[in-house]
T-cell receptor, first 113, second 114 residues
Framework: SQQGEEDPQALSIQEGENATMNCSYK?????LQWYRQNSGRGLVHLIL?????REKHSGRLRVTLDTSKKSSSLLITASRAADTASYFC?????????????FGTGTSLTVIP | DAGVIQSPRHEVTEMGQEVTLRCKPI?????LFWYRQTMMRGLELLIY????????DSGMPEDRFSAKMPNASFSTLKIQPSEPRDSAVYFC????????????FGPGTRLTVT
């Protein structure tokens, strides 16, 4: 299965701390993406990193990708209570013909004010 | 743009009834996806379309599930007959396709089958 697996499954931190989530996957990818899901809502795209990139930044988000280890990490710096959500990684295979995604199982992040 | 629109937002039905979920993708998007999310199984891809054509329906759980996309601005997911184990949140998502891989999700339909 191409499905990614996030680690940890749940994470609880104090506001202002950094949060790091990891994603591991099994086969080659074209790109990897991170999404956020607030309770009772749809997923929202956060950031995309291509297989030939190693690091990418977007505001307080930093994503790294290690294709040799088939893993990625998402770092949220200076966390806020509003960052409380579930975070999913999604992988797109190289021979993709229709933008098919494989979502991981998610990390539930709680930021305590 | 209004984003991906799904209806209804909530559906409660009795076992054996037919259920139809609807989705309007973002205008100009060429790919459409149907997902199901449960606590036990997480987020599962059921089927996706490219330019209104079903590409992969291997995620559709069984023959009781069917999906159509009669035109670029509308898709349906039908369950007939429904069963309690179909209770879940069903999401529709769309993307531009091609080299643009970001998916945009609708708010979901929460289905409860009693």
């Amino acid at each position: 299965s191409q499905q990614g697996e996030e680690d940890p499954q749940a994470l609880s931190i104090q506001e202002g701390e950094n949060a790091t989530m990891n994603c591991s996957y099994k086969t080659s990818i074209n790109n990897l993406q991170w999404y956020r899901q607030n309770s009772g809502r749809g997923l929202v795209h956060l950031i995309l990193i291509r297989s030939n990139e190693r690091e990418k930044h977007s505001g307080r988000l930093r994503v790294t990708l290690d294709t040799s280890k088939k893993s990625s990490s998402l770092l949220i710096t200076a966390s806020r209570a509003a960052d409380t959500a579930s975070y999913f990684c999604a992988t797109v295979p190289p021979s993709n013909t229709g933008n098919q995604f494989y979502f991981g199982t998610g990390t539930s992040l709680t930021v305590i004010p | 743009d209004a984003g991906v629109i799904q209806s209804p937002r909530h559906e409660v039905t009795e076992m054996g009834q037919e259920v139809t979920l609807r989705c309007k993708p973002i205008s100009g998007h060429n790919s459409l996806f149907w997902y199901r999310q449960t606590m036990m199984r997480g987020l599962e891809l059921l089927i996706y379309f490219n330019n209104n054509v079903p590409i992969d329906d291997s995620g559709m759980p069984e023959d009781r599930f069917s999906a159509k996309m009669p035109n670029a601005s509308f898709s349906t997911l039908k369950i007939q007959p429904s069963e309690p184990r179909d209770s879940a949140v069903y999401f529709c998502a769309s993307s531009l396709g091609g080299n643009s891989y970001e998916q945009y999700f609708g708010p979901g339909t929460r289905l409860t089958v009693t």
